[in-house]
């Protein structure tokens, strides 16, 4: 992955980190849920500090209850350390044996378009429709991804000018945006249900 200035977690080593690897990306992606994103993407420089290394393969041979205490420590990786320490290991399980232990080969090998990139980012563990449509927007419109029809495979992530999620931040009034936008979803959500 060919270095690229991210501005997600307000954290410089951290934004390097993810500018600079591609499964550490992947790996920030898959722990945004139920923490603030600058949370989330902060976590693999985490992982990284406390075991000195982000690789695919010495992840997914890491002991995996040492793994676990890595995510417990303060400050901790994620708050609920168990599930998402198994969650990455079994994504650099899938990167290490599926994508020869190179996580941007998910969306270049093979030169694929947008639809192929979703389909092998929807087959990894851990990501739904909607979370591989915001990375497959977050390679499109942050880092340069030239897949054919890779607007229109991630939906509604895809359109430029709007504040919808992670792909949308590149500073720290955009973070403001997209996180308006995430509440009056969750607002417009919670009305509907009643």
């Known amino acids: 992955m060919d270095p690229m200035a991210l501005n997600i977690t307000g954290d410089t080593a951290a934004d390097e980190l993810l500018g600079n690897d591609a499964f550490a990306l992947l790996t920030g992606m898959l722990l945004d849920?139920?923490?603030?994103?600058?949370s989330a993407f902060a976590g693999p420089e985490k992982i990284r500090q406390r075991i000195g290394t982000i690789d695919p393969a010495?992840?997914?041979d890491y002991d995996p209850e040492a793994f676990v205490d890595v995510f417990k420590q303060t400050?901790?990786?994620?708050?609920?350390?168990?599930?998402?320490a198994g969650r990455v290991?079994?994504?650099?399980?899938?990167?290490?044996?599926e994508w020869g232990?190179?996580?941007?080969?998910?969306?270049?090998?093979?030169?694929?378009?947008?639809?192929?990139?979703?389909?092998?980012l929807k087959a990894l563990p851990?990501?739904?429709e909607q979370k591989a449509k915001i990375f497959l927007a977050l390679l499109g419109k942050q880092l340069g991804l030239k897949a054919s029809g890779w607007r229109e495979a991630a939906g509604h992530?895809?359109?430029?000018?709007?504040y919808r999620s992670v792909a949308d931040i590149v500073d720290p009034e955009s973070l403001v945006r997209v996180r308006a936008t995430k509440q009056a979803a969750k607002a417009a959500a919670k009305d509907a249900k009643s």
């Open 33 to 38: 849920q139920q923490v603030p994103m600058e």
């Open 58 to 60: 010495a992840i997914a």
């Open 75 to 84: 400050p901790a990786v994620h708050r609920f350390p168990g599930s998402m």
């Open 89 to 97: 290991q079994a994504l650099a399980v899938a990167v290490r044996d």
């Open 101 to 120: 232990d190179d996580a941007s080969a998910i969306w270049t090998q093979g030169d694929p378009d947008g639809a192929e990139v979703l389909r092998r």
């Open 126 to 128: 851990g990501f739904g």
């Open 157 to 162: 992530y895809g359109e430029d000018g709007v």
